[in-house]
């Protein structure tokens, strides 16, 4: 199909799935619980970062990080002591355990009392068009206090060719203005024509099969060529098409 019958295409898609009914199967119910703007962003953070692997189990993993934090997360990331850390080391999610767990929360607290806000992070290092050297120095910047070296695996860097699939997602859900009520958009500094697109395998094989990516691997090369070719049909809002991408892939099998 040509570009206009493509985008016509994926314009259905969006409207499809790009509605509050997808957050009833989706990790972004996670954040959606909470109203402080500090709490949906904490949680969300949570929530992409273990978003790898059954959904189902992404999804109550991510409801037990609430609970474990007291369903406050703002407020437990700000005020807790070394007692209310020591509750968290129980908590699994295939590689990600209960001392990644911890060091996220201290990170979290480190950022919110040095940068004032995890968006302030993000706004200060992007570009016109991209974030994906912002997300490198959050990551720098996420790990600039003493750490676990293991830790840092579970926050991805583009600069080094990750897709940086989870970061880009959470980037979305908190930059992205939706009419539809999915995605947040409370951070309104950043524009959402500099996000990136979700790169997974089920985006990347709907993107192959409609012929806008070439690449095999899902890194960074190929996350910059599909950006390229999803602005082409939207430069305000690129990243709605991860709605149509997902969802063929994902709900369609296409």
């Not at 199909?1 to 994926?10: A, G, T």
């Not at 200060?124 to 206090?145: G, R, V, Y």
């Not at 980037?171 to 500099?194: C, E, H, N, T, Y």
């Amino acid at each position: 199909m040509n570009l206009i019958e493509l985008k016509e295409f994926l314009d259905s898609k969006v409207f499809q799935y790009n509605n509050p009914k997808f957050i009833e199967t989706d990790p972004i119910q996670i954040p959606h619980a909470f109203s402080l703007k500090e709490d949906i962003e904490i949680a969300a953070f949570l929530t992409a970062t273990i978003a790898w692997g059954n959904r189902k189990m992404i999804i109550k993993n991510a409801q037990r990080m609430m609970e474990l934090l007291d369903n406050a997360p703002h407020d437990f990331v700000m005020n807790h002591n070394k007692t209310d850390l020591e509750k968290l080391s129980s908590f699994v999610h295939r590689t990600f355990n209960g001392d990644d767990f911890i060091q996220f929360i201290t990170s979290l607290n480190h950022i919110y009392k040095q940068y004032n806000s995890l968006e302030f992070v993000f706004l200060k290092h992007a570009e016109k068009d991209s974030l994906q050297k912002a997300i490198s120095k959050f990551k720098e910047i996420f790990f600039e206090i003493e750490h676990l070296p293991r830790t840092e695996k579970h926050v991805s860097n583009p600069l080094k060719n990750s897709a940086a699939k989870r970061i880009n997602m959470f980037l979305r859900w908190m930059v992205r203005q939706d009419q539809a009520g999915v995605d947040f958009g409370i951070w309104k500094s950043i524009s959402p024509s500099q996000l990136s697109c979700p790169l997974d395998v089920h985006s990347g094989n709907v993107a192959r099969k409609l012929g806008i990516l070439t690449r095999k691997q899902n890194d960074a090369k190929a996350l910059l060529e599909l950006d390229t070719a999803l602005r082409k049909l939207d430069k305000q809002d690129p990243v709605k098409y991860d709605f149509a991408l997902f969802g063929l892939g994902v709900f369609e099998g296409f």
